[in-house]
């Protein structure tokens, strides 16, 4: 496991450097998948009936007992080597981008600012009904009948949904035109823990390769599909990225 030469060269030269993150990352840091985190109370369920718009209008308390315990659950983590590694990376280079596909905070709670979230985030709740945002004023209270009811918008008493994209629902399209375009214009770009299977996941690095940028996969797995200017170095994003800096 190391760093080639090659790589930290376009590391020093980079003017624009994208990094992009997936559950890889966050799993370093005991985060569990959307999948695992089905267990124990929840295990029965299928996320589909969790995890969309019509789940949350039919059944708000049930729903969003699942998400308050999600967030009780990353509350109790924290960022990891590869986290700080990248908000340390934003200060080397003249221009900086980060996008995720993780619905935690663990980015921002390392240093890093202007996070992408193309899925969302656990922590930016928002009004079911009129969709203004909503601040979280404290920490998750489970129960037992892992229930709760969710807070209620202050303007027009709708229920406060979680900040995820869920099935069936598009991407957050603020953020999905800004990773567009700076994919299309860096010409650096780093994928980290993604296995970049799903779209855009596997868009995004594709995009940026096709525009000339170096792309770095960085993944415990041996990418296959490497382009002309591209590498692929196998290991965990904790131990590779600190070996960048
Ligand atoms: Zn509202």
């Avoid at 992009?20 to 124990?40: M, N, W």
């Avoid at 029965?44 to 315990?69: I, M, S």
């Avoid at 594709?206 to 599909?225: G, L, R």
Wanted: proline share 7%; glycine share 6%; net charge negative.
């Amino acid at each position: 496991m190391f760093a080639p030469e090659d790589v930290k060269k376009a590391l020093e030269k980079a003017q624009h450097l994208v990094v992009f993150t997936g559950a890889g990352v966050s799993a370093e840091s005991g985060v569990p998948t959307f999948r695992d985190a089905l267990t124990g109370l929840w295990e029965n369920f299928d996320p589909e009936a969790l995890a969309t718009p019509e789940a949350f209008a039919e059944n708000p308390d049930f729903v969003w007992g699942w998400y308050e315990w999600r967030r009780k659950l990353l509350l109790e983590v924290q960022p990891n080597p590869a986290h700080i590694a990248i908000a340390e990376l934003a200060k080397r280079v003249p221009k900086f981008t980060l996008i995720t596909q993780n619905v935690d905070d663990l980015h921002e709670r390392a240093g890093s600012t202007d996070v992408l979230h193309l899925h969302g985030s656990l922590f930016t709740p928002r009004c079911f009904d009129c969709g203004r945002s909503y601040e979280f004023t404290q920490a998750p209270t489970l129960t037992k009948e892992q229930r709760i009811t969710p807070p209620q918008c202050e303007h027009c008493s709708g229920n406060i949904r979680p900040g995820v994209v869920w099935f069936g629902e598009s991407l957050p399209e603020a953020e999905f035109k800004a990773a567009f375009e700076a994919v299309q214009s860096c010409d650096l770009l780093l994928s980290v823990g993604t296995s970049g299977m799903v779209y855009p996941a596997a868009q995004l690095p594709e995009i940026a390769a096709q525009n000339n940028a170096t792309v770095v996969h960085i993944n415990p797995q041996k990418m296959s599909a490497i382009t002309r200017h591209g590498y692929s170095l196998q290991g965990a994003a904790g131990e590779i990225l600190p070996l960048l800096i």
